[in-house]
């Protein structure tokens, strides 16, 4: 037993080793999704921690208690049943099971990804276009895009919407929570708030090829003043992000430096959407700029919209109105 001890404390100190360069982003959370799932994390682990501690306990102690030198242990050859062992294992795995069931069903819903967040401040919008091997953020309402870099305002919601113009990819900033499949052709939601600012590492969890290992990027929260600066700052830049700017962006690159472009055609992110959709359009994508630009100054209501059919791009100046009808 002495040994058996010893083995498991030269076991756990090396874990502690292992660990000891771990950054845990998931449990340091700094917005709310993220704090919810921290809570839903500790829960779970409590738990399971009902179930596992016992059973190792037990584990240890059967053994050292029914060993063959010990004769003061019952010797019962015949036994098959126990009333309270049978109460025991199946009452507490019923009520761990109703309370998993409730947790679930309730934060399913109350985490729900594509549900926006309640805030009386404005949200941001980001489209968001995973590539080989990095990530392209637009801001629609500004007019700017970057690569490898994301930046928002504390305490005002993101509406992320994410596609993929290559394989599937997984959106995911540990610290503010919530990871969301980018696909081709399809477009995903995701509403996130950051309380604190700060840098966040950003990444794909989902293998990608050669470059996935390098597919990180860096989310800037920041204060009003540090977004306008920054947006300022994209806007500073001469790159423009139009139909050939991206098509050289799309080329399949690894370390990706993080670059600006001040000028982005309007409507990039749905033709993006719908080049891989083959004859049928993304409505959705195209409704939600739609919206979005209602809701801007009026100066910039007017939509360039691309539709890309076989590679070749069509553009035609459509309201809000028109569009929604």
Known sequence: MQALFSRLRYAGVGVAVLLSGCNLEVLTPKG????????????????????AIPVIAMTLWFPWRYRKSNKNATYAPNWSHSTKIELVVWTI????????????????????????????????????????????????????????????PTNRPVNFQITSDSVMNAFFIPQLGSQIYAMAGMETK????????????????NFSGEGFSDMHFQAIATS????????????????????????????????????????????????????????????AAMHGEMQMQHD??????QMDM???????????????TQAEK
């Not at 700060?198 to 969890?205: E, K, P, R």
Request: charged letters at 20%.
């Open 32 to 51: 709310d999704i993220g704090s919810h799932e921290k809570s839903l994390i500790l829960i779970a682990l409590g738990l399971m921690a009902v179930v």
């Open 93 to 152: 795995p019923a009520i761990i099971v109703a309370i998993l069931a409730v947790i679930t069903w309730t934060s399913s819903h109350a985490l729900d990804p594509y549900k926006p967040l309640e805030s009386d401040a404005k949200p941001v919008t980001v489209q968001v276009v995973s590539m080989d091997w990095k990530w392209l953020f637009v801001y629609p309402e500004y007019g700017v895009a970057s690569v490898n870099e994301l930046a928002f």
């Open 190 to 205: 995701l509403h996130l708030i950051a309380r604190e600012p700060g840098n966040y590492a950003g990444l794909s969890t």
């Open 224 to 283: 009003e003043d540090g977004f306008k600066d920054w947006i300022a700052k994209a806007k500073a830049s001469q790159a423009t992000l139009d139909a050939e700017g991206y098509k050289t962006l799309a080329t399949p690159s690894e370390k990706t430096p993080v670059s600006y472009y001040g000028n982005v055609t309007p409507g990039l992110f749905g033709s993006v959407v719908n080049k891989h959709m083959g004859e049928m359009s993304h409505d």
């Open 296 to 301: 801007a100054p009026q100066e910039s209501m």
């Open 306 to 320: 691309h539709h890309h059919e076989g590679g070749d791009a069509m553009s035609s100046n459509t309201s809000p």
